[in-house]
Structures are given as structure tokens and as C-alpha cells.
């Protein structure tokens, strides 16, 4: 089993930033693929961001592109979600999942370990 837990969820301004991370235990981080995914109100959970186990693969949604960048410290058992230039649309809660793929982790179905979630805000 791999427990996960996010932080650093919040209430931000359009045009500001946020930094979600996402400490796990259980299993050996480096041996798990991990992802970011977000939840709006009324709408299905969707792809965010992922990083493969060494973070030489990275993969992002094309709506978080160029301001959103996913990071990983093997070291601390932890993956990092950076949002910058926010937007009302990203207003989600936010999951990290952990996955044993190796390639191409985009999809839901990949993942077997999910966290709780951390709520994020953007106003306008």
C-alpha cells in the first residue's frame, strides 16, 4: 500500500501562484510513476500533470501547460505540483495518485493509489 496526502491547497487570486505537494508513505516512492489530477464541481476528475519515477518523463494537460510544472524529491518521498499564472477554471480539488506504469501515465485507470485531495480556489 502507498498512503498519500496533498497540501497546500488555498484560496488565490487570478494571476497568482500555488505550490501543492503530496507526501507519501508506505512503499518506495522511486518505484511509483505519480500524478496530478483535479476535480471542478460538476464535472468528471481530469488529467493534470504527471512525472515517471526518475522525473526524466514529465507529461502535462494541454490547460495547465506552460503554467503548471510537476517535480519530484525521491529523497523526501514527495511529488510537487507548482500552478502559476492561475485562472478561475483551475478551481478544483486537486489528487495526487501513484501509479507502477511506467509509460505515458495519463489516464485514471492507470493509477491504483489516490490521495484525499486539497481544495483549490481561484478568484476572479
Known amino acids: 500500500q502507498v498512503q498519500l496526502v496533498e497540501s497546500g491547497g488555498g484560496l488565490v487570486q487570478a494571476g497568482g501562484s500555488l505550490r501543492l505537494s503530496c507526501a507519501t508513505s508506505?512503499?518506495?516512492?522511486?518505484?511509483?510513476?505519480m500524478g496530478w489530477f483535479r476535480q471542478a464541481p460538476g464535472k468528471e476528475r481530469e488529467f493534470v500533470a504527471a512525472?515517471?519515477?526518475?522525473?526524466?518523463?514529465?507529461y502535462y494537460a494541454d490547460s495547465v501547460k506552460g503554467r503548471f510544472t510537476i517535480s519530484r524529491d525521491n529523497a523526501k518521498n514527495t511529488v510537487y505540483l507548482q500552478m502559476n499564472t492561475l485562472k478561475p477554471e483551475d478551481t478544483a480539488v486537486y489528487y495526487c495518485?501513484?501509479?507502477?506504469?511506467?509509460?505515458?501515465?495519463?489516464?485514471?485507470?492507470?493509477?491504483?493509489?489516490w490521495g484525499q485531495g486539497t481544495q483549490v480556489t481561484v478568484s476572479s
Open positions: 508506505g512503499r518506495t516512492f522511486s518505484n511509483y510513476a
Open positions: 495518485a501513484a501509479t507502477a506504469v511506467l509509460f505515458r501515465t495519463i489516464l485514471q485507470g492507470q493509477y491504483n493509489y
Open positions: 512525472v515517471s519515477r526518475s522525473e526524466s518523463n514529465t
